[in-house]
């Protein structure tokens, strides 16, 4: 009825039976406390207990903008804190914990059995802090740090969500140790700072722009991006699922960044020592870049963005398939210590910067192809669909070749390559090749449409000018032309071209020429 001034109580055991102690100024219980109602309720300035709390009681404690100090382990019904400062140890509940306060200071384990635990108010961790519920919630809706030391904060919530509304580990001195969390439903993360993270959740969501640790990231289950932009720092970053979102997503990893699920993201930036991509599916609206050796581990790999870049190289027995409208570049070599299963790169541009494609089977390049170093592509059929580029650098087919396009023979010549050899069977679907060195055909020879070969020599063994099975073609030689294997002059033939001219000198091995049109050799000819 008239509330007291203070109260301040010295026993070895506290006994409260009413429920019920207001005072207009600070409540001290010095012992332990023992609660005996349902329901209680203390309110005061400020509240301090020196021993632990126990009963089967929900504690309601309201202490306005002053401090409440709990000393000893708490073992209640539930609690209900209202304070401007909060320090507190280990916790046990059957039902909800809800911490309300400016500053709120955790010392161990907080656990509720049956229900969701709260803290509103910025949060300081003072030691190794363990929060678990039995599937209630867990919410911070305040920045969590630590004390000066990196302590350890592991939240276990069964079915519960897992949501941090602010920063974690931002404040000076107070990055977080090692965060773990675990929950079958959503966990949400703002801004993160710790030594090291895991999620086990069904969703993670990335609500902010930074995830930093100095050790590992482990992200179980699948990830969203909330935020246009999101960074992660760590050492060792896996996604075991997928990654989805409108964002974009930058990582830099000083160890070897995961991907075990899809991805489908704004744009992609991976800085890795080595990038490892197992499950094979890769969108985005916009720009992909993988900076550090990419490994393909799925049967099949499909990637869809606007400028794709590979830095360093690629590698993995996976059928690639790259749609980019941009421009694909690939800075490393490709396939080279576990070659590819095949290749199939449609873009406006493809740039080749080593030059070095393996793979064991086909390999097709729909747009321009740009030789920035000596190329060697080495698979079972290579097709160039567009124009090919040389710059004055080599291109060595090691395989049978298809060069150009049947269906657009003006847009897929091959110009400005130094020497062009093909070690097997080459069909020939666009009207020019120019090369200012040689041009070597180890294979049979099939042409498509009328072509013209230029180079300082040409070397052919079997040509069936009527490729397509649609008429024949005429075949126009710059250069000096070597027609035919004279070791083989027996497989070496010429047939079904309309018209063959040479435009220098020519060395006949091959045993039949024949063309439906006239031979003209404006050089010298010997015959082999």
Known sequence: TNALASLNVTAANITLNDGNVATTGAQTYNGAVNLLTANTSLNATGITFNNTIDGSSNLSI????????????????SVNITAGNLSMHDVT???????????IATNSNYTSTGSAISFAGNLTLNGDTNVTTSGGDV???????????????????GAGNVSFAQDAGFATNGTLGD?????????????????????????????????????AQTYNG???LLSSDS?????????????????????????ATTFNGSLNVSSLNVNASSIALNEGNVTTTGAQAYTGNVTLGATNTTLNGTGITFNNNVDGNSSVSITDSGNTTF??????TNALA????????????????????????HGVLDLAADANLTGSTITTFGNVAGANHNLTITGDAVLGDRNNVANSSISNVNALLVTGNTSIETGSITTSSTQTYNGNVELVSDTTLNGTAVTLGKVDGNGDGNGTNSLTIIGHAILGNANDSANSTITNVTALTVDGTTDIGASDITTSGAQTYNGAVSLL
């Open 93 to 103: 509940t059957v039902a909800t914990q809800s911490y309300n306060a400016g500053n």
């Open 222 to 224: 699948a990830v969203s």
């Open 231 to 255: 960074t992660l720092n760590g050492t060792g970053i896996t996604f075991t699922s997928s990654v989805n979102g409108t964002g974009n997503l930058s990582i830099a990893d000083g160890g």
């Open 342 to 365: 095949s290749l199939n790169v449609t873009a406006a541009n493809i740039t080749l910067n080593d030059g070095n494609v393996v793979t064991n089977g086909t390999q097709a390049y």
């Open 139 to 157: 919410s911070f809706n305040g920045t969590v740090n630590s004390n000066g030391t990196a302590d350890d904060l592991i939240i276990t919530a």
């Open 62 to 77: 309201s202490v306005g903008s002053g401090d409440v100090t709990m000393l000893g382990a708490a073992n209640l019904t």
């Open 331 to 336: 800075n490393g070599a490709v396939g080279t």
């Open 179 to 215: 965060v773990n969390v675990a929950s079958s439903n959503v966990t949400t993360l703002s801004n993160v700072s710790a030594a090291s993270l895991s999620i086990t959740s069904n969703l993670t969501n990335l609500a902010a722009s930074d995830i930093t640790t100095s050790g």
